[in-house]
């Protein structure tokens, strides 16, 4: 019974051994089953359609703060907030009532004045010819013309009390300078306005025309100047293509913008600079606070271009394979400038005419041989 126990058993291991041997021979470079083939390709130059998205905060052509001009309680509200209002409507009511006295009272001291107006007239006149007749002296006739410029004085001053009562009132009824969107209302009725409130009653938006306000690096305005013909910024601006807005949820806006505006000086913090873009906006999608993209595009002459479905991302950092003199697996770095459809702007890393592995690195390591298996063409 132990003899043929034994037998079994060196069968058994036997075959394990045998196959371990066959499967572990070494191949050329040390890889298993010889190089690997693999289509290679070599980088070409052509134009490039560059796009760039820039962050952008969307406001109204006009976002005015409505605020009172005179001391009073608000007594009447004539919209609800979020209301469209055309230019000269009425808002709000302040109580008006004090300076309609004070209206009364200017009047009634304009009468009063008129009156001794009247009455220093008929004196200096009277006085004028006695003093013809030798009746009075001269000093007297002086004394009657000044209480005559006085008078005339006093009517003055009681006319502009009447006009500066009259702007108060008007004042009390606070119309909409602009039109446009109300918004919310930081103060209810009965409340105590001035004019020196820290919030302002609300804000009319006008969004039939917003603007768009997005930065740019300083290489890309740079980029942006070159691309476009002219002696001056203004010449420029003339010249630029029509932009994109992108909305918040990635669609793009129906109607194209125009950038018709650039900041005086880059900000010293952020290093950027602001542009604006500014968009038709008839069916009211757009409101200020939105934010969005702007997309802007241009064209490059003559780049080297990598297809992007040929390399690959690690930690953010893109490299493509190629091989050495030996012809072995080599992971090499490149820098990129930008995408252009489905390729890579190539800045550095590979130039024109260097060859790497357009397909079939998937599975590739460092030090692996590879073999062509065939060129192939991208375009």
Do not use: W
């Amino acid at each position: 019974m132990k003899r043929n126990f034994v037998v079994k058993s060196s069968t058994l291991y036997l075959v394990p051994l045998l196959f371990m041997s066959c499967s572990n021979r070494p191949s050329e470079g040390g890889y298993p089953g010889g190089p690997t083939e693999v289509n290679f390709a070599a980088v070409k130059t052509g134009d490039a359609e560059v796009k760039n998205e820039y962050t952008c905060a969307i406001e109204g052509r006009s976002n005015i703060e409505i605020r009172p001009q005179v001391t009073g309680y608000l007594s009447k509200i004539y919209m609800d907030e979020g209301a469209y209002v055309k230019a000269g409507q009425p808002l709000f009511k302040v109580e008006d009532r004090v300076y309609r006295e004070q209206l009364n009272n200017a009047k009634a001291s304009l009468q009063s004045a008129s009156a001794s107006l009247i009455t220093a007239k008929i004196e200096l006149e009277r006085k004028t010819e006695l003093v013809r007749n030798k009746i009075v002296s001269e000093l007297q006739v002086q004394e009657a013309n000044a209480t005559y410029l006085g008078a005339k004085a006093a009517v003055a001053q009681a006319e502009s009390a009447i006009q500066s009562a009259q702007i108060n009132i008007d004042f009390a009824l606070i119309k909409a300078p602009v039109s446009g969107y109300v918004g919310r209302f930081n103060y209810r009725l009965g409340s105590l306005l001035s004019p020196t409130n820290q919030q302002a009653l609300t804000v009319i938006s006008d969004n039939q025309q917003v603007y768009a306000y997005f930065s740019l690096s300083e290489n890309d305005f740079v980029a942006f100047q070159n691309q476009h013909p002219g002696n001056s910024i203004a010449e420029k601006l003339k010249g630029t293509s029509p932009v994109t807005l992108l909305l918040s949820d990635g669609r793009p806006y129906d109607l194209k913008g125009k950038i018709d505006a650039v900041e005086g000086q880059f900000n010293k913090s952020t290093g950027s600079i602001t542009l604006r873009a500014k968009f038709d906006n008839p069916k009211d999608i757009l409101r200020s606070g939105n934010t969005g993209k702007v997309l802007l595009e241009r064209n490059i002459m003559q780049v080297p271009l990598l297809p992007i479905a040929s390399t690959v991302t690690y930690q953010d950092k893109i490299f493509v394979y190629t091989a050495d003199k030996d012809g072995k697996v080599v992971q090499l770095p490149v820098a990129v400038s930008g995408k252009s459809g489905d390729n890579f702007i190539l800045s550095s890393g590979l130039k024109a005419g260097d060859r790497y592995i357009a397909q079939g690195f998937e599975r590739l390591q460092a030090g692996m041989p590879v073999v062509e298996k065939s060129p192939i063409e991208h375009k």
